[in-house]
C-alpha cells in the first residue's frame, strides 16, 4: 500500500524559499500512471492545488503561484520536492502531498487518492 | 483559474439525505468528466469519496454518490451518520490543471 509522507522545515523566514519533500513508501514513483502533486490549505481554508510533476519531469503548476514555484522529482530515492520562493506570511498553510491518478491516455487526472498526512509550514521572522 | 463554487454549509439529521453542490465552468466540470470529491476531518488529511464524476473508490460506502448536470456537479450523501460530519471539497481536472472548490461544511444534526 503506498504511503506519502512530507517533510521539510515548520518555520521558513519572509522572503525566502520554502522547501518540502515528499517521500513515496510502498510503491514506486516511476511506475507511471501517476502524477504526484502539492497541494495547501491556508488556516480555517479551502484546499489550493499547488501543482504536480510526473516521473518523467513534466511538470503543470497553478497559474496563480508558477512564477514562484519549482517541483522536482528524485526517482532514485523515491522521492518529490516542492520549492516556494519569497514567500510572504501568506504562504502560511499546511501542506499536503498527493498521489494523482491520470486517466486512461492521459486524458485527465481521475482523482487523488493517497495523501500523506500534510505539514504546517508557517512563515515569520 | 477561479475555484468552483460550493454553499458554504448544509446540514441533515442522521437518517437523511443531503446533497452538496459544485458549479464551474466549461472549462472544468463543464467540460471533463474527471469531477472528484473529497472528505475532511478536523486536523486529517483529505480522503478521496468519488473520482470521475461518479465512481467510489474501495471502501467507500455506497451511501455516496456522485453526479453531474452541465457546469454542475453534485455529492449526495444519503442515510447521513454522525461520522459523515466534515468539510467537503470537489475538484475537477482543467487544461492539464486541476481546480478546488471552497469547501462544503457538513452538520448532522
Known amino acids: 500500500q503506498v504511503q506519502l509522507q512530507e517533510s521539510g522545515p515548520g518555520l521558513v523566514k519572509p522572503s525566502q524559499t520554502l522547501s518540502l519533500t515528499c517521500t513515496v513508501s510502498?510503491?514506486?514513483?516511476?511506475?507511471?500512471?501517476?502524477?504526484w502533486s502539492w497541494i495547501r490549505q491556508h488556516p480555517g481554508k479551502g484546499l489550493e492545488w499547488i501543482g504536480y510533476i510526473y516521473y518523467s519531469g513534466s511538470t503543470y503548476y497553478n497559474p496563480s503561484l508558477k512564477s514562484r514555484v519549482t517541483i522536482s522529482v528524485d526517482t532514485s530515492k523515491n522521492q518529490f520536492s516542492l520549492k516556494l520562493s519569497s514567500v510572504t506570511a501568506a504562504d502560511t498553510a499546511v501542506y499536503y502531498c498527493?498521489?494523482?491518478?491520470?486517466?486512461?491516455?492521459?486524458?485527465?487526472?481521475?482523482?487523488?487518492?493517497?495523501w500523506g498526512q500534510g505539514t504546517t509550514v508557517t512563515v515569520s521572522s | 483559474q477561479s475555484a468552483l463554487t460550493q454553499p458554504a454549509s448544509v446540514s441533515g439529521s442522521p437518517g437523511q439525505s443531503i446533497t452538496i453542490s459544485c458549479t464551474g465552468t466549461s472549462s472544468d466540470v463543464g467540460g471533463y468528466n474527471y469531477v472528484s470529491w473529497y472528505q475532511q476531518h478536523p486536523g486529517k488529511a483529505p480522503k478521496l469519496m468519488i473520482y470521475e464524476v461518479s465512481n467510489r473508490p474501495s471502501g467507500v460506502p455506497d451511501r455516496f454518490s456522485g453526479s453531474k448536470s452541465g457546469n454542475t456537479a453534485s455529492l449526495t450523501i444519503s442515510g447521513l451518520q454522525a461520522e459523515d460530519e466534515a468539510d467537503y471539497y470537489c475538484?475537477?481536472?482543467?487544461?492539464?490543471?486541476?481546480?478546488f472548490g471552497g469547501g462544503t461544511k457538513l452538520t448532522v444534526l
Open positions: 498527493a498521489r494523482a491518478r491520470l486517466a486512461r491516455q492521459a486524458a485527465g487526472i481521475v482523482g487523488m487518492d493517497v
Open positions: 475538484s475537477s481536472y482543467t487544461s492539464s490543471t486541476v481546480v
Open positions: 510502498g510503491g514506486s514513483i516511476s511506475s507511471g500512471g501517476y502524477y
